[in-house]
């Protein structure tokens, strides 16, 4: 994995990023972190090295395939989610160069942590992305993710 990178950008009444906030020491800013993955090919699941942050705000994890995928197992698609719930962020119909789940990358926002998993606030502690395969045994010879997580982190997240 390779290609990590974070940006924060300007909280509306201040800039968070450099530490500013209200009275209180408190708020929250938006981020964007992204990070270019290589497939595992010893499985059906690739965890990225970029963590969702603790207690965020996520609103999109965008992925983009810049590396065909294909594999021998019958490899149809793939999910992007975590580790409890596999097509949180949504999923790749194709596997092609260009494919992406900008369709059903707003998931986090339709619906209820509380009732199904899906919502925008992401638990307690900071969990990893979890790219599934899907189709035969889900499991890649080659191919390349490229990630982009969207959201609003409490001011006390650096990463």
């Excluded at 197992?73 to 999910?79: D, E, F, H, R």
């Excluded at 307690?124 to 990630?147: H, N, Y």
């Amino acid at each position: 994995m390779a290609n990590v990178s974070t940006n924060f950008g300007s909280f509306p009444f201040g800039n968070i990023a450099n530490g500013s906030a209200d009275l209180s020491g408190t708020g929250m800013y938006p981020f964007v972190s992204e990070e270019t993955v290589t497939l595992s090919t010893a499985g059906a699941t690739t965890d990225s090295t970029i963590k969702l942050p603790a207690n965020a705000v996520i609103l999109a994890v965008q992925a983009v395939v810049t590396t065909a995928i294909s594999g021998a197992g019958g490899i149809t698609g793939a999910s992007i989610g975590d580790a409890s719930t596999a097509a949180r962020f949504g999923t790749l119909s194709a596997l092609t160069l260009g494919a992406n789940n900008f369709a059903t990358c707003w998931t986090p926002l339709k619906g209820s942590i509380s009732t199904d998993a899906t919502g925008p606030t992401v638990g307690a502690t900071a969990i990893a992305i979890r790219i599934t395969g899907t189709g035969g045994d889900g499991t890649p010879a080659a191919g390349v993710v490229r990630l982009t997580v969207s959201g609003w982190a409490p001011l006390a997240y650096r990463p």
